[in-house]
């Protein structure tokens, strides 16, 4: 089955960087897009953008880019959520999702665990 | 940027019907999807393509598109549809997508 195993939590201080992974089984890692999406405490969800793991193309949310790079490994069926210069507003869980069927575009329907990052001084 | 708007919250007692809406300007060209999210847990997609249930979600939960609006239907309401729901679209593109802002369903 479809298993998607997200790295743990993580706290860092305003202007560092964080990089949460995202490890994939279960389904042909290349078929599918992977979307990132954020909840901060008490608000809804907010996409981030989408990668496609086949070949590495992205699109990030307007309000991100510029401080996101997603990544992947095929070697390790893993994808990777970067962002940097971090701020008090950026503490949320980050959630990957797997798109829900081959070759669709940020319609996630499979998500891993979620990862809490907080960021304090 | 794109904005998809829902109320934030709907109260409706046990077995009458929840309907939940959401606009957005490019509803008369874009899927509507509807995600279903419990306090702590990740969110599970129960409606896509407007109104085509994934499979093992009850068929009391519908949606439908018109215009500039898809609206979520979830008819005999129960207590453990008690979440928070979220509907999520695609702007013109088809490139960016966002989720709307939330609606708070309470069932009592």
């Known amino acids: 089955q479809v298993q998607l195993l997200q790295s743990g939590a993580e706290v860092k201080k305003p202007g560092a960087s964080v990089n949460v992974s995202c490890k994939a089984s279960?389904?042909?890692?290349?078929?599918?897009?992977i979307s990132w999406v954020r909840q901060a405490p008490g608000q809804g969800l907010e996409w981030l953008g989408w990668?496609?793991?086949?070949?590495?193309?992205?699109y990030y949310a307007h309000n991100v880019q510029g401080r996101v790079t997603m990544s992947t490994d095929k070697s390790t069926k893993t994808v990777f959520i970067e962002l940097r210069s971090l701020t008090s507003d950026d503490t949320a869980v980050y959630y990957c999702?797997?798109?829900?069927?081959?070759?669709?575009?940020?319609?996630?329907?499979?998500w891993g665990q979620g990862t809490l990052v907080s960021v304090s001084s | 940027s794109y904005e998809l708007t829902q109320p934030p919250s709907l109260s409706v007692s046990p077995g009458q019907t929840a309907r939940i809406t959401c606009s957005g300007d490019?509803?008369?060209?874009?899927?509507a999807y509807w995600y279903q999210q419990k306090s702590g847990q990740a969110p599970v997609l129960i409606i896509y393509?407007?109104?085509i249930r994934p499979s093992g979600i009850p068929e009391r939960f519908s949606g439908s598109r018109s215009g500039t609006m898809a609206t979520l239907t979830i008819s005999g309401a129960q207590v453990g549809d008690e979440a928070d729901y979220y509907c999520?679209?695609?702007?013109?593109?088809?490139?960016?997508?966002?989720f709307g802002g939330g609606t708070e369903l309470t069932v009592l």
């Open positions: 999702g797997r798109d829900r069927v081959p070759g669709a575009t940020g319609r996630p329907d499979s």
């Open positions: 279960g389904y042909n890692f290349d078929a599918y897009g």
């Open positions: 393509e407007d109104n």
């Open positions: 490019a509803f008369p060209l874009k899927y």
């Open positions: 999520y679209s695609t702007d013109s593109s088809g490139y960016f997508w966002v």
């Open positions: 990668i496609n793991a086949k070949t590495g193309s992205t």
